[in-house]
T-cell receptor
Framework: AQSVTQLGSHVSVSEGALVLLRCNYSSSVPPYLFWYVQYPNQGLQLLLKYTSAATLVKGINGFEAEFKKSETSFHLTKPSAHMSDAAEYFCAVGNFNKFYFGSGTKLNVKP | GAGVSQSPSNKVTEKGKDVELRCDPISGHTALYWYRQSLGQGLEFLIYFQGNSAPDKSGLPSDRFSAERTGGSVSTLTIQRTQQEDSAVYLC??????????????FGPGTRLLVL
């Protein structure tokens, strides 16, 4: 069975600080991994995805994530938070045409 | 071009009534997915279509839920005899192809269903 765990339903950082959103997954086979972002009053959109090429994946808006097989993790980072990064972030696993999402992490950015 | 659209955006119904939720995918997208997002929960995968075919319906929560897709385009999710626990946001997504879980999905804004 597949599952995705996102540690921390709410994360708050100051503008300019490091953003770290955690995601751990369980999968019986090497998965495809995704981060989606949902801005207020908008639909989910892809931030980045891992598809077994480079383990460090760069996405839009300066975000990146590193696939660590030994830790079954796919944490999302951004060196310097911006006010516009305030949103809800979802980690997801894709396998055999099904997708499993974490419960989401709401990022708050303080001025 | 137009994105994925869903209608209605909000639906309030009484317990026991049937509801239909509609999804218009991006034109030309082969794959279509339905999800349910309950308050404070992640997205729960319900069903996907490849063309008009749904290879796996095991994600549907009960036999009160059904979905169809016609003409390789519009899809309808039907919930019969609604219950209060059906209250959630129902999201639809589409993708150009089915690729075993690698594909990027494009999401609609969702339908917020409230069962009284």
């Amino acid at each position: 069975a597949q599952s995705v765990t996102q540690l921390g339903s709410h994360v708050s950082v100051s503008e300019g600080a490091l953003v770290l959103l955690r995601c751990n997954y369980s999968s019986s086979v090497p998965p495809y991994l995704f981060w989606y972002v949902q801005y207020p009053n908008q639909g989910l959109q892809l931030l980045l995805k891992y598809t077994s090429a480079a383990t460090l994946v760069k996405g839009i808006n300066g975000f990146e994530a590193e696939f660590k097989k030994s830790e079954t993790s796919f944490h999302l980072t951004k060196p310097s938070a911006h006010m516009s990064d305030a949103a809800e972030y979802f980690c997801a696993v894709g396998n055999f045409n099904k997708f499993y999402f974490g419960s989401g992490t709401k990022l708050n950015v303080k001025p | 071009g137009a994105g994925v659209s869903q209608s209605p955006s909000n639906k309030v119904t009484e317990k026991g009534k049937d509801v239909e939720l509609r999804c218009d995918p991006i034109s030309g997208h082969t794959a279509l997915y339905w999800y349910r997002q309950s308050l404070g929960q992640g997205l729960e995968f319900l069903i996907y279509f490849q063309g008009n075919s749904a290879p796996d319906k095991s994600g549907l929560p009960s036999d009160r839920f059904s979905a169809e897709r016609t003409g390789g385009s519009v899809s309808t999710l039907t919930i019969q005899r609604t219950q209060q626990e059906d209250s959630a946001v129902y999201l639809c997504a589409s993708s150009p192809v089915v690729r075993g879980g690698e594909e990027t999905q494009y999401f609609g804004p969702g339908t917020r269903l409230l069962v009284l």
